[in-house]
């Protein structure tokens, strides 16, 4: 059935679908795939690969209840009271912010196969989060979500999903 435009009225035996791809760890992001299913009336949503996000954002204590960090390349000196509104910010522009002391960075700094364990940390961490998010969200629902890592996803995220399916 065609409706207004050409657009495809749906019938009862139609299936919706609606796919998104490429949201590189953001947070603002899969919330809006979330509500994708309700807002488009889809019966099923596919988030097809290129999940994770591209980097840790140190956000360091310097004493004093000031922290520092680089944004958007600029050095950036905040009180402690807004460091929860930067690590909003930050995750729903797809980074990993990672609120730390001075000699947590200065280890990472010594030892960058340590920031490879962060980063790999953040992601699952992110995606058990994300789940978490759709789970309350379609609680008693039969909404059908589907997730396939893509080519800019490392390989252990296919085991983390898989775990959560289960």
Not at 119 to 142: C, H, I, P
Request: net charge negative; hydrophobic share 35%.
């Amino acid at each position: 059935v065609v409706g207004l435009l050409g657009g495809r009225k749906q019938t009862k035996t139609d299936l919706l679908l609606f796919f998104a791809t490429d949201i590189h760890g953001s947070r603002v992001c899969f919330k809006k795939f979330l509500s994708s299913l309700g807002f488009y009336g889809a019966d099923v949503a596919l988030l097809g690969g290129d999940m994770t996000g591209k980097m840790i954002v140190p956000i360091v204590h310097q004493g004093g209840g000031r922290y520092q960090a680089q944004v958007g390349g600029q050095e950036v000196s905040l009180p402690e009271t807004e460091v929860p509104e930067l690590e909003g910010r930050l995750a729903d522009a797809g980074y990993y912010p990672r609120k730390m002391e001075r000699d947590e960075y200065t280890d990472l700094e010594a030892h960058p196969g340590r920031v490879e364990e962060l980063f790999a940390q953040s992601m699952v961490s992110t995606l058990r989060d994300w789940n978490e998010l759709a789970e309350k969200k379609y609680a008693g629902t039969d909404t059908v979500i589907y997730v396939a890592p893509g080519n800019d996803d490392p390989w252990l995220i296919d085991e983390e999903l898989a775990n959560l399916s289960r």
